[in-house]
């Protein structure tokens, strides 16, 4: 059987490492946008796009948990403590 403990830091440190792969990999892409012969103008584009891209998917994620935390709080009220 697996330990609940054991279940959480392994849940912990997957979240950790994944948000450490996700900046590590747009700092890569600013880098290489900055560093491309591509015109100013293209850049900034290329820029922003990855600047919504990013904002867009952090709020995606964002509202997934908020609804997450709500549902389980709701399911603490529902059942009686016994």
Do not use: N
């Not at 054991?6 to 900046?23: D, G, H, P």
């Not at 290489?32 to 850049?43: C, G, L, N, Q």
């Amino acid at each position: 059987m697996v330990e609940i403990g054991t279940v959480s830091q392994v849940s912990k440190l997957s979240i950790q490492l994944a948000a450490a792969f996700a900046v590590i990999g747009i700092a890569l892409m600013y880098l290489y946008i900055a560093v491309t012969d591509a015109s100013e103008p293209t850049k900034i584009l290329w820029s922003s796009a990855l600047s919504l891209g990013v904002a867009f998917t952090f709020l995606v994620i964002w509202t997934i948990a908020r609804d997450v935390i709500r549902e389980s709080e709701r399911e603490m009220k529902r059942k009686p403590i016994a």
